[in-house]
């Protein structure tokens, strides 16, 4: 067996080198989840060949940019789902229309992804997600599992902390990770504390439009801005955010964001925000509707917490938020009741940019320290309102209970999980019947594909003492992962047809191409098993247009048949895209390269597959 080694890079390692001996750990090692690989436990995540799992999974893909889709309690891969990096198995980011919703951008990094929400439960209609690398945000329709829309965050740089909707999705909030001037223009790092800001942005979402919004935004502090989450029940009108580099450090972050004892959990009133905004109390800014706490006051509130706080978790009942610490090995319990209290009362210590500061002692109920467990991150919830911590440092997941703080079980992971997620966990009634360790290191785990290993998540049963019983690779990387009942989700089986989309085209004898200038529309077909381009035309099947000409291909899929989705590609002119039964798609290029070019369906759709082909011929202009 393999030595445990330390984690060479990342805010942790100087902590762990100064706080534990890693052979500690060496005795945690996969053998311990092979003999508890029992019959039984293969049996509980054995899903026969043809029966479904209980559960989705949506893990997010990191910087893939996408989502994957995978079953509970099997853990088989399902689908992954491009969100917002091109991929070339559906088109996605080829085709007008999702090209266009990339905004150019051709990758992102998906951290955090979050269910639409009804009465704080999920109610299976969209799938929200942010892009920490490209500041944009996505919505996902779970009738289609294809995205809907994206949009730019202005102001912002990497929404790390999102996205969590709020009770009945009236908002996700998208604070910044990183600072940076308003319009993110040049500015000196010398002038950071006056000119940098921390913006926040509240986005709705319109489900009958299908469109993500910007309904105003919030200049907090130049501070990085973590993880959050929304009040439920009692606390709905409420969100939580943690905060790091208070400090308004410029450089060397690692250890300039780590010297006060105390970072911040920002504490705000949307309801009231909203109020605010509705009364004119904002500045208008890059075109947006920009609060600025130190003018347009209340709402915004601080709590201190130990330093450099990483989640922060609200529980089932909504009546408390739990904050752990990077690098404090503690989870801090916090009471939205106290917290309320201490508003009313004004029981301030002090201010920072014009935000009251909440006394610690007026808002903590219990600090939380486990033996031993070292590097709390994220917390989830059973159906008893038990929390499970994810201990990174440690390689552990600890059960104790928020009420007394007491310890009730601890499984060791394989290794240094980062989030977990539990059936249901982050709702106002979790599901307590699994949990998903999500782990950045999955060593020795499975056959190895060379220096770089592949993430693990792990599956513990949860209904009893803690077990893992069941592990998958992933990609990089699951920051953050939703379990949802699988009887929730009503997906389509075809797209219906829709008789005002100009660009479809139903009728064979209808199928035809159209010259405007150099401009040439392609209305066309794609049924098992060809391609009908022009139905008048000599060969249907054929494309001729000139060197130079903007060609716009308009395909519909007539199959009206669960499961057949045709592709077309053009051989050597780098396009592809996807019709799924009954959609219509458009690409659109310039046929800058003369000569002859095959084109063909990218997916197996008959036995006749191999025939669905045709020539795109670009006449050269001499
Ligand atoms: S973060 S490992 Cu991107 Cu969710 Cu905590
Ligand atoms: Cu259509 Cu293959």
Not at 478 to 505: G, R
Request: glycine letters at 8%.
């Amino acid at each position: 067996m393999k030595k445990w080694v330390p984690i060479a890079s990342g805010l942790l390692a100087g902590f762990v080198a100064a706080t534990i001996s890693f052979a500690d750990f060496s005795q945690s090692t996969n053998t311990q989840v092979a003999s508890g690989s029992t019959k039984s436990n293969a049996e509980k995540v054995y899903v026969p060949f043809g029966e479904k799992d209980d559960y989705y999974l949506f893990a997010s893909g990191g910087h893939s940019g996408q989502m994957f889709i995978y079953g509970v309690p099997s853990m088989r891969h399902i689908r992954t789902v491009p969100v917002f990096s091109q991929d070339s198995a559906t088109g996605y980011g080829f085709d007008e229309h999702s090209k266009k919703m990339m905004g150019g951008y051709t990758w992102g990094d998906l951290h955090h992804p979050a269910f639409s929400e009804t009465k704080g439960d999920y109610d299976g209609k969209y799938m929200f997600a942010t892009d920490v690398g490209n500041s944009r945000a996505a919505a996902m329709d779970l009738e289609t599992f294809t995205v809907k829309d994206i949009i730019n965050v202005p102001n912002t740089s990497g929404p790390h902390c999102a996205a969590f909707v709020t009770e009945n999705t009236e908002y996700m909030f998208l604070p910044t990770r990183f600072a940076v001037p308003i319009g993110s223009e040049y500015k000196s790092l010398d002038e950071y504390s006056d000119q940098y800001r921390g913006v926040m942005s509240a986005v709705t979402f319109d489900q009958n439009k299908e469109k993500l919004n910007i309904a105003y935004q919030v200049a907090l502090p130049p501070w990085s801005y973590d993880l959050s989450d929304a009040g439920k029940k009692s606390s709905a009108d409420w969100a939580v955010m943690t905060t790091y580099n208070t400090e308004e450090a410029t450089t060397n972050l690692e250890i300039n964001a780590s010297q006060a004892d105390r970072d911040y959990i920002v504490l705000f009133n949307w309801k009231e925000l909203e109020k605010m905004v509705a009364e004119g109390q904002y500045d208008e800014v890059t075109g947006q509707k920009m609060i600025f706490p130190e003018k347009h006051k209340g709402g915004i509130y601080l709590v201190p917490v130990a330093k450099s706080p990483h989640g922060v978790d609200v529980t089932p009942d909504g009546k408390h938020f739990i904050a752990s610490g990077k690098l404090a090995p503690s989870m801090t319990v916090f009471s939205f009741e106290k917290a309320f209290e201490a508003v009313k009362n004004q029981d301030f210590s002090g201010e920072r940019n014009g935000i009251p500061i909440l006394k610690y002692e007026s808002v903590m109920e219990r600090e939380v320290n486990p033996e031993n467990a070292l590097g709390p991150l994220h917390t989830q919830f059973d159906d008893k309102g038990m929390a499970y911590t994810t201990m990174f440092i440690s390689s552990e997941i600890v059960k104790w209970d928020p009420k007394t703080g007491e310890t009730l079980d601890r499984v060791p992971v394989q290794y240094s999980p980062g989030h977990s997620v539990a059936a249901e966990g982050d709702t106002v009634s979790p599901d307590g019947k699994w949990l998903i360790a999500l782990n950045k290191i999955a060593k020795d785990s499975y056959l190895s594909v060379g220096p770089s290993h592949p993430e693990s998540m792990q599956l513990i049963d949860i209904s009893g003492k803690m077990k893992v019983i069941q592990s998958s690779p992933v990609n990089p990387e699951p920051h953050y992962a939703q379990i949802i009942k699988a009887d929730k989700i009503k997906t389509i089986e075809v797209y219906p047809k829709d008789e005002n989309n100009k660009l479809a085209t139903y009728k064979q004898e209808d199928a035809k191409i159209v010259r405007n200038g150099n401009e040439v529309h392609v209305y066309g077909i794609a049924m098992r098993s060809k391609f009908i381009f022009d139905a008048k035309a000599k060969r249907p099947d054929v494309i001729e247009v000139n060197q130079g000409d903007k060609v716009f291909i308009h395909l519909t899929n007539t199959d009206f048949d669960e499961d057949i989705t045709h592709g077309f590609a053009i051989n050597s002119y780098n396009l592809n895209m996807e019709v799924q039964p009954g959609q219509t798609n458009t690409l659109e290029f310039t046929a800058d390269k003369a000569g002859t070019f095959p084109l063909y369906c990218t997916n197996f759709c008959s036995a006749l597959h191999q025939e669905m082909t045709g020539y795109f011929l670009v006449k050269p202009t001499k």
